[in-house]
């Protein structure tokens, strides 16, 4: 299948691919869905115990399909979007991200809520939501400041110009930056020495570092949540849409 999330165990490490190559690994309905049932299976499971986040082909996730904001918008709590989300955000188990070349949008905002991140030198991240005429997503408006400061976050959110791994290792985004052609197999060997740990005490330490947060990260998810769909509806970000698909440049300057 060309369009799916893949799923391998490899030992206690589930790998958890993105997998639609031809888009860049963008993300659509379909794809939200499979990833919050993976994710809560990986959660559920004993013979789990961490997580894998890769992408494929070079690329670890182009964000949100552009063509579904256009049409076919998510809305509501319900949506697969927003579980994925709060089951990522709430899950108890160790996660690693491997991330070669683009990370877009939610392909930057889901390291966040992972534990250990590696990206290779190649690896280009974005948060272009105020370009696309929307907002943050996934907490980042509140995790973000709270890793790097404002004027970072800021910048990333507000500039919203495409990052290389340098910055993102100095903006405290990432771990690592590795050589491309060492990322999945040192990612791979990061999960493994975290899995190979007590399991009870490596859930305990992940919900202390998260526990004094975790209350506010669903909130913030579902404040966001309640600006973003509305806005994906408006006229700026139909223009943004369109012209992405069109291949033009968008044209902001009727917009007040
Ligand atoms: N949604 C839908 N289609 C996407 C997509 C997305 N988020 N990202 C890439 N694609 C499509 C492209 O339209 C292109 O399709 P085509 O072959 O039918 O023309 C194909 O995937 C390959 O993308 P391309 O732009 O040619 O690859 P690239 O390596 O030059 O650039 C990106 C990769 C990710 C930098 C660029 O595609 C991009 O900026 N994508 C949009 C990212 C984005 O804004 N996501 C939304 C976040 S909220």
Same mark, same amino acid.
């Given at each position: 299948?060309?369009?799916?999330?893949?799923?391998?165990?490899?030992?206690?490490?589930?790998?958890?691919?993105?997998?639609?190559?031809?888009?860049?690994?963008?993300?659509?309905?379909?794809?939200?869905?499979?990833?919050?049932?993976?994710?809560?299976?990986?959660?559920?499971?004993?013979?789990?115990?961490?997580?894998?986040?890769?992408?494929?082909?070079?690329?670890?996730?182009?964000?949100?399909?552009?063509?579904?904001?256009?049409?076919?918008?998510?809305?509501?709590?319900?949506?697969?979007?927003?579980?994925? $989300?709060?089951?990522?955000?709430?899950?108890?188990?160790? +996660?690693?991200?491997?991330? =070669?070349?683009? !990370? &877009?949008?939610?392909? @930057?905002?889901?390291?966040?809520?992972?534990?250990?991140?590696?990206?290779?030198?190649?690896?280009?991240?974005?948060?272009?939501?105020?370009?696309?005429?929307?907002?943050?997503?996934?907490?980042?408006?509140?995790?973000?400041?709270?890793?790097?400061?404002?004027?970072?976050?800021?910048?990333?959110? $507000?500039?919203?110009?495409?990052?290389?791994?340098?910055? +993102?290792?100095?903006?405290? =985004?990432?771990? !690592? &930056?590795?050589?491309? @052609?060492?990322?999945?197999?040192?990612?791979?060997?990061?999960?493994?020495?975290?899995?190979?740990?007590?399991?009870?005490?490596?859930?305990?330490?992940?919900?202390?570092?998260?526990?004094?947060?975790?209350?506010?990260?669903?909130?913030?998810?579902?404040?966001?949540?309640?600006?973003?769909?509305? $806005?994906?509806?408006?006229?700026?970000?139909?223009?943004?849409?369109?012209?992405?698909?069109?291949?033009?440049?968008?044209?902001?300057?009727?917009?007040?």
């Amino acid at each position: 299948m060309t369009d799916s999330i893949q799923i391998t165990d490899r030992g206690a490490v589930r790998e958890i691919r993105i997998h639609r190559p031809e888009k860049k690994n963008a993300l659509n309905t379909a794809m939200y869905s499979q990833l919050a049932d993976a994710v809560a299976q990986a959660g559920a499971a004993d013979s789990v115990r961490c997580a894998l986040f890769a992408g494929s082909q070079g690329a670890f996730s182009s964000g949100n399909d552009i063509q579904d904001f256009l049409n076919n918008p998510a809305s509501g709590e319900d949506h697969p979007v927003a579980q994925f $989300m709060r089951v990522m955000a709430d899950f108890p188990k160790p +996660a690693v991200a491997g991330v =070669l070349g683009p !990370a &877009v949008g939610i392909g @930057s905002t889901l390291l966040l809520h992972c534990d250990l991140i590696y990206a290779g030198q190649g690896a280009r991240f974005m948060l272009p939501f105020v370009n696309l005429g929307i907002c943050p997503e996934f907490a980042s408006s509140l995790l973000l400041p709270r890793m790097m400061g404002h004027p970072r976050a800021a910048e990333l959110t $507000m500039l919203a110009e495409p990052f290389d791994a340098a910055k +993102a290792y100095e903006y405290g =985004l990432i771990n !690592a &930056v590795l050589d491309d @052609s060492a990322v999945e197999e040192s990612a791979f060997a990061i999960a493994e020495k975290l899995a190979a740990k007590p399991p009870r005490a490596m859930r305990t330490t992940k919900d202390l570092l998260k526990r004094w947060t975790k209350a506010q990260v669903q909130e913030a998810i579902r404040e966001e949540a309640a600006l973003f769909m509305p $806005m994906l509806h408006e006229p700026e970000a139909r223009e943004a849409f369109s012209a992405f698909v069109e291949k033009r440049k968008p044209d902001f300057s009727q917009f007040v």
